[in-house]
Structures are given as C-alpha cells and as structure tokens.
C-alpha cells in the first residue's frame, strides 16, 4: 500500500474515533472493506421510498448512506446554499433534493455523467420544479470522456480509461451565476474547479466539496481555489471529510 495513502487512513480511522467515537469507526471499516465485496457477489435491487414526502428510488444501502451523510449529518452545509446552486456529481439527487426543499426559491443545477444514474436522478427530481438535470459531467475542459461504473455502488463511479462514454464540460461553458457550489466527484474536484475559473471569479460562491477521494486533496484543493479567488478553507468532519469554502 501507498505509505501517504496508508497515514491518510490511519489518520481518518483515529480521527473518526476521536471525534464519533467507536461505533462508527467500525461502521466506516465496514463500508470501507466488507461491504462492497458482499455487494459485488448479491447485487441489490433498486427500491422506491419516500424522501421529503416523494418517491425516491435507490438500492437500500445507497440510499441509507446518503440520507444519513448528506441530510442527517449536513456535510455539505446546506443551510449556507442560497441563489443559484450547482450540484457536481449528483448521483441518484439526494443533495439536489435537500437543497430544493430547504431553498425552494432557489434554483439548483445538477450534473451527473453516468447514465444509468442520470435515469434514476431523473425519476427523483422530477417532483421539483427548481432542479434542473443535465447528463454530462464537470471537469476543466469540454470534451468526450469515459465514466468507469462500480457495480456495487454508482456514488463511486469515476472518471477513467475504459468505461462507458460520457460528456465533460466546463462550468463556465454554462455561464450560470453560480451562489452556492456543491462537489463531490470522485477525485476530479480540482478539475471541475479549474473549468470554472470564470464563474468563480465573477460569482464568488460558497464552495462545498469532498476532500478524501485522494491524499493531497485537503491541501490541493484550497490551493487550486485560491489560484482563482480568495478564499477561506475549513475542513469539515460532518459525515464525511469536506472543505467548506467561503470568499473572502
């Protein structure tokens, strides 16, 4: 194993139990080891809920996952969302949802590339006027790329060599006047800033995004963005590891 690689777990293991205590440092070793190897020999089946009142379709452990890290434990912050609000890496819409019903007079855009996850984004934002859906992923540059899918589960689907064919385009190529940005791309969260140097500049918004995908992200990350504007980081530990980012 990578030796970085190897301290950023251990370091994420003692502080999970420091700041969560036992419980959940064996609930995340369990997500992290035992279930996605159960999960690629029984497959789940998507089931149809009820989130905030409406249908909403996922496998019962991705949904449990989200509804517990981006609506129990708010780690994305949503009550800073205002305005125009842009969700990088959607998935099945839980934040999109979450920031529909406690934000509905604003308007959310949302952007997942893998199309199977699309269709399902689809059916579960279809009750929210103000969400709107766009097929494609983020990144630095338009272009055609490949979404590499995870069986077991479609959250970590990622951007790579070998999978199935999808669209990457620019925040800036949509020109949206963007107050609130939300990310959480499997490890290309630095390239989605990077493609949206000009939405940043001029918008400024608050920046919420996911900082364990990769070792360096919790330093990479702040840097990429203050290349761009200024900006202060706080590292969040509220479900997951993210940065929380506002202007100065």
Same mark, same amino acid.
């Given at each position: @194993? ?5 301290e950023s777990i251990w370091q994420r293991a003692k502080r999970t139990y420091k700041e969560y205590g036992f419980w959940l440092l064996i609930k995340r070793i369990l997500d992290l080891y035992y279930? *996605? ?5 029984? +497959? ?8 905030? $009142?409406? +249908?909403? &379709?996922?496998?019962? #452990?991705?949904?449990?996952? =989200? ?12 009550? =800073? ?11 099945? /819409? ?5 920031a529909a019903v406690t934000h509905p007079e604003s308007t959310i855009y949302s952007f997942e590339p893998t199309p199977s996850t699309f269709e399902m984004l689809k059916e579960n934002t279809k009750?929210? +006027? ?6 494609? $992923? =983020? /990144?630095?540059?338009? @272009? #055609? ?16 060599? /070998? ?7 620019? &925040?800036?190529?949509?020109?949206? +006047? @963007?107050?609130?940005? !939300?990310?959480?791309?499997? $490890?290309?969260?630095?390239? &989605? ?11 400024? *918004?608050?920046?919420? @995004? #996911?900082?364990?995908?990769? *070792?360096?992200? !919790?330093?990479?990350? *702040?840097?990429?963005?203050? #290349? ?21």
């Amino acid at each position: @194993m990578n030796s970085d690689r190897a301290e950023s777990i251990w370091q994420r293991a003692k502080r999970t139990y420091k700041e969560y205590g036992f419980w959940l440092l064996i609930k995340r070793i369990l997500d992290l080891y035992y279930f *996605p190897t159960y999960r690629h020999y029984f +497959p789940e089946k998507n089931v149809t809920t009820t989130l905030f $009142g409406k +249908p909403f &379709i996922g496998t019962p #452990s991705l949904t449990k996952g =989200l509804v517990n890290e981006v609506i129990l434990c708010d780690q994305y912050h949503v009550g =800073l969302a205002h305005g125009t609000i842009v969700d990088a890496g959607a998935n099945i /819409g839980a934040f999109s949802i979450f920031a529909a019903v406690t934000h509905p007079e604003s308007t959310i855009y949302s952007f997942e590339p893998t199309p199977s996850t699309f269709e399902m984004l689809k059916e579960n934002t279809k009750h929210y +006027p103000n969400i709107k859906i766009f097929n494609c $992923g =983020l /990144g630095e540059r338009n @272009m #055609s790329a490949s979404i590499v899918k995870v069986p077991e589960n479609c959250g970590q689907n990622h951007i790579g060599d /070998g999978g199935e064919p999808c669209e990457i385009k620019t &925040i800036d190529s949509f020109d949206i +006047p @963007m107050d609130f940005l !939300k990310i959480d791309s499997e $490890g290309y969260e630095a390239n &989605i800033l990077r493609g949206a140097t000009e939405t940043i500049k001029k918008h400024r *918004p608050i920046v919420a @995004m #996911s900082a364990y995908h990769k *070792p360096e992200d !919790k330093t990479e990350l *702040p840097n990429v963005l203050n #290349s761009i504007a200024s900006y202060d980081c706080v590292l969040s530990f509220s479900g997951e590891e993210d940065l929380i980012c506002k202007p100065l």
